[in-house]
């Protein structure tokens, strides 16, 4: 799909990962409708870059629909929201499930449900799910983290194939490590020596690519995390001795301290 002219509705524009995709979008000719919960992020943002800016939170479950109506025509919708999830899940009360839950799945599927059917009726459009190698791989210390995003993946591809007749592309990016900004930065751990990280501008360019060359999954991440990945797809039980090996746990509870009060 052509993205420039193309109306684009991007959700987490605040954070830095929302940010370069923001820039990455303007820079191939999209109008943009930027969305997030810091005004003072998100408004200077859409008005340097030409675009609206509507701020919203995603955790309200009618945000979703006002969004959609608020947006108006949306020809690509790149869902990029999501809440840090990492711990145990004992450490999380049910109303933090239900938040982390309503954030970074519920709110995809719902947009994506109303922003799909303009799009068939058009015969033209793509939906891009900004997820992580989380979604492909378990990880002790994040089941909700990993339920969103293994969910995320399985909506994505069978959705994928059921709007293929009507020409309307998804795609699903996986993020892996990233530098920089988002989750894992802010979080500040120190990866084991050998683990490489990507940047968040790795991460808007290949989602340039996914609407543009209609790709059904990107990893953006080292070589040795993508095959990491696929071995937690097909030998999950090897996967987590690899992983507490190498210390993947302390990755993990890393991540969850450095999230705990931000989720």
Do not use: C, W
């Not at 109008?31 to 005004?39: D, S, W, Y």
């Not at 290949?206 to 060359?213: L, N």
Request: no cysteine.
């Amino acid at each position: 799909m052509d993205l420039r002219g193309a109306n684009v509705l991007l959700t987490g524009a605040t954070g830095g990962i929302g940010q370069a995709l923001a820039r990455a979008l303007a820079a191939r000719g999209a109008r943009l409708v930027l969305t997030g919960r810091r005004a003072d992020v998100l408004e200077p943002l859409a008005e340097r870059l030409g675009g609206r800016a509507i701020v919203a939170d995603l955790a309200d479950r009618a945000t979703a629909e006002n969004l959609l109506d608020e947006a108006g025509r949306v020809d690509v919708l790149v869902a990029n929201a999501a809440l840090p999830a990492s711990g145990l899940l004992s450490e999380y009360s049910i109303e933090e499930i239900d938040r982390a839950m309503d954030v970074n799945l519920r709110a995809p599927i719902v947009m994506a449900k109303l922003a799909a059917a303009q799009m068939a009726d058009r015969g033209r459009g793509h939906l891009v799910f900004v997820s992580s190698l989380s979604g492909k791989t378990a990880s002790g210390h994040a089941s909700l983290y990993n339920a969103t995003k293994f969910g995320m993946r399985g909506f994505a591809l069978a959705l994928r194939e059921d709007l293929r007749p009507h020409g309307v592309g998804v795609s699903t990016v996986f993020p892996g490590f990233i530098r920089d900004a988002g989750m894992f930065a802010e979080a500040g751990v120190t990866l084991p020596k050998g683990v490489g990280t990507r940047s968040p501008r790795d991460v808007a360019r290949a989602t340039v690519r996914a609407v543009e060359r209609d790709i059904a999954e990107i990893d953006v991440a080292p070589l040795g995390l993508r095959i990491g990945a696929r071995i937690g797809g097909v030998a999950p039980v090897l996967s987590a001795a690899v992983q507490r090996r190498a210390g993947g746990h302390r990755i993990s509870q890393g991540l969850a301290d450095g999230q705990r009060g931000k989720r």
